[in-house]
């Protein structure tokens, strides 16, 4: 067991200043993910063993403010409250330092160990200022160290001040600067500190900072003073004070407090910045009069799009092969090694003919995932969301709500679902949510993957895929609109976010963000998906049916499949999807999709192993199933466009039931609506396809 101190040190932020990055210099790998206890908030934890000390780093959601307006905030303030860090880093980008520093104006107010790192201090050089560190630690009476996240500059002075500052005890004898609210607010909140020093447990709490957070109509302030024993007689001042205030300022309490937070930020950031070069030209705000040009924001956003498919499908194309290969001869080789029986079937047409059929896109969805890091980390895609408001806006969602249909695309519905969570207003997150269910998900990438290589010309598979995300996207704004005049109406609310300077990613963080959401897609591929794929298999494989040497291999491998649990219900489901041009089989895949997305293919890579005379002589699936009579272009389409709309895999329905607030009705519209619609358009896909003989 270690003898080192422990130390535990939370790193806290606005979204997109750079505290990610922060984060991963100073844990490397050591780090996991997981979970804050009762919510859905993922939870980032790493550790660092420096100069005898074990010090353990926890991600915060990043956040504008420690209000009550969504979970993230609520979270990020609760585990400082609740969970007494040693102390707490803000990260603050230098290049936007007044709007970051009305963060750090309640953390102050919460009477914690602060450290200030000063990011992105190359970018505000950049734009000829210079910040003077030591003179914004003297006015905000807390230590400030300067850094560069992606280049790791300043790590290490951050890790000395952690260390210096805990050892002489320079947390506890400075005194942090707080705004000064003037004599009107400080007269009301002394009267509701005295209230509050009477309650045992509300005593526990900073009561500066309680007071000031009733007074600014603080949802989670008031819900704990609700919860004690002295709530009347508090609650009742605090509305006689908010009364007062309102009255004297012509304008509500929380107004003023938030004006009094910038006057502050500001003042400080005029005292602190200073102009080394005059003319020296913003490359960020010359990029942004292109990108965020109304104009020509959506060509471009479409060409960024674009790229991120044409890279995917042109880098990853050989390295798909060499995997296809690679399983196929694995299935050669196992073929001639077992004999030939239950056991030999079960390796190659259940597990090597399953999961093969997923891992074999691995590649592909890796480099999807690389390259969408890239825009991601270069502060793009916070413009894509600004690009997509005015959009956003007359199909009644909200310009953030396409932050987490992006974050679907990048991996998976999962996290889209709990990204709505930082929106503020209700209907805007559900809306958000159902317009989620739709996006192309790095689960379904696979899919598309497989059906666009065997039926649409080499080469040609960024172009479908882009018109299949664009697709994808227009079926999810209908569903928003339709949503929002039917069922959720009301105007979205106002779309207010921050845009970070641009800057290079490092190849560094580039491939951590690539491994950690690929390697979600193998544990999933060695757990899950094997799991289905030999389910499968038993289901196709049993009962035998009775040995008929009068029948071919090819005869007898149909009559199996028709005898066979799953056979048989195929048979019931092939007049319910008889009229979108599917079988039965094709139904069981996509109904074992719903456990995960890429079990779609690993289930037809079974059928299409079991249905195999020769095993040592396999072929890729995607060979298999363009040789297939009973598929053409026109049935992939409609397949995939099942596949696109129908319901998600049961993970991210059990993730969007408990954000929706767990009501069964939302749950009910999400798997009953989806599929119906699903059926509905895969049906008129067909019959008119069918009708004007396009693709059969």
Known sequence: MSKNKQLTIALAGNPNCGKSTIFNALTGSNQHVGNYPGVTVEKKEGSKQYKGYDITFVDLPGTYSLSAFSEDEVVARDFILNSHPDAVIHIVDASNMDRNLYLFTQLSELDIPLIIALNMVDILEGKGLKADGKELSSLLGVPVVSTVGNKKTGINDLLDAIILNYENGSFAKRQKAKVDYGDDIKRETETLEALILKDEELSKLPKNWLSIKLLDNDAAAIKKVLSSKNAAPILAQVEKSRKHLENHFGETAETKIAEYRYGFTNSVVKTVVKETQTNRRDITALIDKFVLNRVLGLPIFALVMYFIFKFTFTVSEPVVGWFETFFEWASGVTASVIPEGALQSLMVDGIIGGVGGVLGFFPLVLFMFFAIAFFEDSGYMARAAFVMDRIMNKFGLHGKSFLPMMISTNGCAVPGFMAARTLDSKRDRFITMFAVSFMICGAKLPVFSLFIAAFFPEGQGANVMFVFYVLSVIIALVAAKILSKAVFTGEPAHFVMELPPYHIPTLRGLFLKMWERGWLYIKKAGTIIMFISVLMWAGFTY???????????????????????????????????????????????????????????????????????????AEPLKEKISNDKDWSPLKAVVFLIFCLIYVPCIAAVAVFYRETGSKMKWLLLLVVGNTIVAWIASFLVFQIGTLLKIGV
Not at 565 to 587: H, N
Request: glycine share 8%.
């Open 543 to 617: 009962p035998a049916a009775p040995e008929n040497p009068d029948l071919s291999e090819e005869e007898a491998a149909a009559v199996q499949m028709e005898q066979s649990v799953l056979g048989r219900i195929s048979t019931v489901l092939s007049p319910i999807v008889k009229p979108i041009g599917m079988d039965g089989p094709k139904a069981i895949a996509l109904v074992a999709g719903l456990v995960a997305k890429e079990v779609v293919v690993s289930t037809l890579g079974t059928i299409y192993s079991l249905g195999e005379i020769d095993p040592e002589e």
